[in-house]
């Protein structure tokens, strides 16, 4: 299926073209404006724009983005019989690790309330027609939006006045949470912590204080998509994404948040793992992942300052321009990503998806949420096996074989 943004330069085309289409209808080209038609009505359906709200009250509390400005989320309200249900998702977007580095997100969407557009797509997980989502439809659907660059967890009280940036994403996390209980979230009957690639890290890091926050007779889940990301050597046997994590905790006073039962064996850093986090929580909690996670491979494993002379640029951007060397490197770094998820013990009130795509986040996108032709483990769609878990219908613990086996994948191919 085309992409929305494909679909919006058809529809551009169509305007800038009107006559040469004209033309085509002159000629029997009629069924190419109906194709059009027709893909830009199944964009409509399977996705839908949410406004966005400012919690203004949160400035006062410090809670705040790096430059300062206001949190911000969108809120598609449940219904029915979801009316005291809640999914609560965090957005991800990487971190930044040192002042540099946030000095050069403070003035984006990923820095600042400010920056960000007015209007989110929703699909996938957060779909209101049963027939996309039949398990969460009708719930109280929130879409958090990420600008503290460290996964929601810094709480730095010092500004430096030079920078005025701000480390408070900890304070963001609570304040959330503190609206939507005013909203109605205190009184619900089911809730869900979700989030995407740091924000996945966030629902796992921030899962039992999730918990802690809500009434205890509520029945409080967590959902990681894409947040597993693992402390791997690179393609040169440096450890890129070790130093790169503690620099994050350092510069965002993240080990308050982190578990002490963990910081008290190990750095803080290597707590910003969940490889090393996953053992101490004790909430509910499903995992969704590739085992060959994109972001995981372009920036853990074969980063730009390991691949200086760019051989893996191909292979990374498509995993089929992959050369038989790399994939059997791609093979290690599976293999060390299972390796990491010992931790995470069968218990049935754990689940994960764990396929076998070149992909990084799975739970948004309605193609690879529940589709026709979305991935499949055990013959069992994300939405299913996400929805089976929740409800306790069924466990739901299953790992793929390796690429190229699952021919069910939505491979990415990047720009």
């Known amino acids: 299926m085309l992409h929305k943004d494909d679909m919006l330069a058809c529809f551009l085309n169509q305007l800038f073209f009107s006559k040469a289409i004209e033309g085509m209808m002159r000629e029997g080209g009629r069924r190419v404006c109906i194709i059009l038609v027709g893909l830009l009505s199944l964009m409509s359906i399977e996705a839908y724009e949410v406004g966005l709200a400012f919690l203004d009250s949160a400035v006062a509390q410090g809670a705040v983005c790096l430059d300062g400005s206001a949190p911000a989320y969108h809120m598609d309200k449940g219904f029915g019989a979801g009316i005291d249900n809640w999914l609560v998702f965090f957005e991800g977007g990487g971190w930044c690790n040192n002042v540099t580095n946030c000095l050069a997100r403070r003035d984006t969407r990923l820095g600042s309330s400010k920056q960000m557009l007015t209007t989110e797509t929703f699909s996938g997980m957060f779909h209101n027609k049963p027939k996309y989502n039949p398990d969460f439809y009708d719930w109280n659907r929130i879409k958090v939006r990420y600008c503290d660059g460290a996964s929601f967890t810094g709480d730095v009280e010092e500004v430096d006045p030079k920078t005025n940036l701000h480390f408070r ?50 029945k409080v889940k967590c959902l990681s998509d894409a947040g597993f990301f693992i402390n791997a050597k690179t393609i040169i046997g440096t450890s890129h994404i070790e130093g790169f994590f503690a620099d994050v905790v350092k510069t965002h006073g993240s080990a308050k948040v982190l578990s002490p039962a963990c910081t008290s064996k190990m750095s803080p850093g290597l707590c910003f793992f969940p490889q090393n986090m996953i053992q101490y929580i004790e909430t509910p909690i499903f995992l969704i992942n590739a085992a060959y996670d994109s972001w995981q491979v372009k920036n853990i494993l074969a980063p730009g300052v390991a691949d200086r002379k760019g051989t893996w640029r191909e292979c990374k951007l498509d995993i089929t321009k992959c050369s038989s060397a790399q994939l059997n490197i791609l093979q290690g770094y599976r293999q060390e990503f299972l390796k990491a998820l010992t931790g995470f013990d069968n218990s049935p009130s754990r689940g994960m998806f764990i396929n076998s795509c070149y992909s990084h986040c799975q739970t948004g996108i309605q193609e690879t949420w529940l589709r026709n032709d979305s991935p499949l483990l055990g013959n069992t769609t994300i939405a299913k096996a996400v929805g089976d878990w929740y409800y306790e219908r069924s466990t739901f613990q299953k790992i793929d074989c390796p690429y190229p086996c699952d021919k069910t994948c939505h491979n990415r191919v990047f720009e």
């Open 169 to 218: 994403g900890a304070r963001i996390f609570r304040a959330v949470i503190e609206d939507l209980l005013a909203k109605g979230i205190k009184n619900a009957k089911n809730a869900m912590l979700v989030g995407c690639s740091a924000g996945g890290l966030t629902s796992i890091l921030q899962c039992d204080n999730f918990r802690s926050l809500l009434p205890a007779t509520m």
